[in-house]
């Protein structure tokens, strides 16, 4: 049964029919949406604990009630993933979260992942039939995080079956979200699958550029463990166009590719001072402190700062700025270019920095770096912006307010403007298709790339974008290939 009659039929299962007779749709909707527990902001940025403590079964009995189990589920077309959202959601309104986890496994390789890091207020919530009706959708994201969370607590997943194998080998460049999901959906299907990794740990931007406060990497690895058990294969400290080429893969018989390398080059400015000591992008700055353990037992040093400046206003940029709390500094300033409103970054994350001591400078650019006689950052030159008209995006583009030009004391700045994928491997395949942007070429509808084995997901493709999406990516460039291979 494929995902979309799944969907339609497992409706009229009798226990959903019962479950819907039993309170009327105005009872639902009259019932509050659950707010998520957190630790108390002062406690929290003397530590790396998971802030959001997840909800209680009951909460998440009540919260599922809520859901009217609808007709035409909007919800699931709001899943990059495409999971049966309704039918794990009555799960737990009946109690039977084994089976509400069992449901989000089939469509999703990271659900515990997911339940904590996508913006579902912009995917599934937004879709919810109870926004229409003028109340707070149903927390889909909580939800998830539930009922994943339940089953690895309560060991109650069952033992991953491997499948026969088809004997033919698959290759996946990163680990990241994009080439997980892909492994998943592979080793389901009884390929021979291999994932290899240029860094020491697997899990990709999972580990290195999301921090544990917001995802431990327990639960990153309890994901990948799992994928284990189905006979995925993993390799660590392997740059595939540099350790090994695409074409040695091609030897060693691996009938097909999917490149996900994320997108790990960081960007900056062009603006003056950017080479100073003390001014370094939000890649490297996570990266040393989640993947090295900077300042915290692990050998790998960091630069710390009293005044620290974060540029951007993505989830990247309240990363970096709530971990720069983390790690001593008495003031973490944010700086961006537009207003709060057209900041990219989840509310709930922009929340959680403002209730960590995080200031918000808004409508403020940086024009120039100043350094001391050391060549160490001093200062930071920043000009003062006006909202003009929107851009390609339809955001308002800022404008300059002239004369409006500030200094301000800081000693170190970070900055979280964007990135951009890495060429090793774009570079390597001969006839391989490549962006203005650098990132590799593929049709939307099945991830396929110019050079017919070789697929391609996630930030290697968007450039810089979120987990579920890159987890889209991957499912379907599973579906793709497989049909090809087969």
């Given at each position: 049964m494929d995902e979309t009659n799944d969907i339609i039929q497992s409706r009229d299962e009798q226990w959903r029919v019962d479950l819907r007779a039993s309170r009327s749709p105005k009872e639902r909707t009259a019932i509050e949406r659950v707010a998520m527990p957190q630790l108390d902001p002062q406690y929290r940025v003397t530590c790396n604990e998971e802030v959001n403590r997840g909800i209680t079964a009951e909460q998440a009995m009540r919260e599922a009630t809520r859901c009217l189990d609808c007709n035409n589920p909007q919800?699931?077309?709001?899943?990059?993933?495409?999971?049966?959202?309704?039918?794990?959601?009555?799960?737990?309104?009946?109690?039977?979260?084994?089976?509400?986890?069992?449901?989000?496994?089939?469509?999703?390789?990271?659900?515990?992942?997911?339940?904590?890091?996508?913006?579902?207020?912009?995917?599934?919530?937004?879709?919810?039939?109870?926004?229409k009706m003028k109340h707070p959708a149903v927390a889909i994201g909580y939800l998830e995080r539930f009922a994943a969370d339940?089953?690895?607590?309560?060991?109650?997943?069952?033992?991953?079956?491997?499948?026969?194998?088809?004997?033919?080998?698959?290759?996946?460049?990163?680990?990241?979200?994009?080439?997980?999901?892909?492994?998943?959906?592979?080793?389901?299907?009884?390929?021979?699958?291999?994932v290899f990794e240029a860094l020491h740990e697997i899990g990709g931007v999972l580990k290195y550029?999301?921090?544990?406060?917001?995802?431990?990497?327990?639960?990153?690895?309890?994901?990948?463990?799992?994928?284990?058990?189905?006979?995925?294969?993993?390799?660590?400290?392997?740059?595939?166009?540099?350790t090994v080429t695409i074409d040695e893969l091609c030897r060693q018989g691996y009938k097909g590719v999917f490149v996900a390398?994320?997108?790990?080059?960081?960007?900056?400015?062009?603006?003056?001072?950017?080479?100073?000591?003390?001014?370094?992008?939000?890649?490297?700055?996570?990266?040393?402190?989640?993947?090295?353990?900077?300042?915290?037992?692990?050998?790998?040093?960091?630069?710390r700062g009293r005044v620290i400046a974060v540029v951007g206003g993505g989830n990247t940029a309240m990363d970096s700025a709530r971990t720069a709390r983390r790690m001593g500094a008495e003031r973490v300033i944010l700086v961006y270019r537009r207003s709060e409103a057209e900041m990219p970054a989840r509310l709930e994350e922009v929340g959680h920095a403002k209730e960590e001591g995080v200031e918000f400078m808004t409508l403020h650019n940086p024009v120039?770096?100043?350094?001391?006689?050391?060549?160490?950052?001093?200062?930071?030159r920043v000009q003062r912006m006006e909202l003009g008209e929107p851009d390609a995006s339809g955001r308002r583009s800022p404008v300059p307010v002239e004369g409006a030009v500030e200094d301000i004391a800081v000693d170190l700045v970070i900055v979280a403007?964007?990135?951009?994928?890495?060429?090793?491997?774009?570079?390597?395949?001969?006839?391989?298709?490549?962006?203005?942007?650098?990132?590799?070429?593929?049709?939307?509808?099945?991830?396929?790339?110019?050079?017919?084995?070789?697929?391609?997901?996630?930030?290697?493709?968007?450039?810089?974008?979120?987990?579920?999406?890159?987890?889209?990516?991957?499912?379907?460039?599973?579906?793709?290939?497989?049909?090809q291979l087969s």
């Open positions: 919800c699931v077309t709001g899943c990059p993933v495409g999971i049966n959202i309704p039918k794990f959601i009555k799960n737990i309104e009946r109690g039977d979260f084994a089976q509400a986890a069992a449901t989000l496994k089939q469509t999703s390789s990271l659900p515990a992942v997911c339940g904590r890091v996508c913006p579902q207020e912009k995917q599934c919530e937004s879709h919810c039939i109870h926004l339940w089953q690895r607590e309560h060991g109650a997943e069952e033992p991953a079956r491997r499948p026969a194998s088809n004997g033919i080998k698959v290759a996946v460049v990163g680990s990241g979200p994009a080439g997980l999901s892909f492994a998943g959906d592979m080793a389901k299907l009884g390929y021979e699958v291999t550029g999301i921090p544990e406060f917001r995802l431990p990497n327990a639960i990153v690895d309890h994901e990948i463990d799992g994928l284990r058990q189905m006979g995925v294969t993993f390799v660590k400290n392997c740059i595939i166009g540099r390398s994320g997108a790990g080059f960081p960007r900056f400015m062009d603006i003056p001072g950017e080479n100073l000591s003390g001014v370094m992008s939000s890649n490297e700055y996570l990266t040393r402190i989640n993947l090295m353990e900077a300042g915290r037992g692990g050998d790998t040093p960091v630069m120039e770096y100043l350094g001391d006689e050391r060549g160490r950052v001093r200062a930071m403007v964007g990135v951009s994928p890495n060429q090793l491997v774009p570079r390597s395949v001969p006839g391989l298709e490549v962006s203005r942007r650098n990132t590799i070429v593929v049709d939307d509808n099945t991830m396929q790339s110019s050079v017919p084995f070789l697929y391609a997901g996630g930030d290697i493709v968007r450039g810089g974008a979120t987990v579920i999406l890159a987890m889209g990516d991957g499912r379907r460039a599973a579906q793709a290939m497989h049909k």
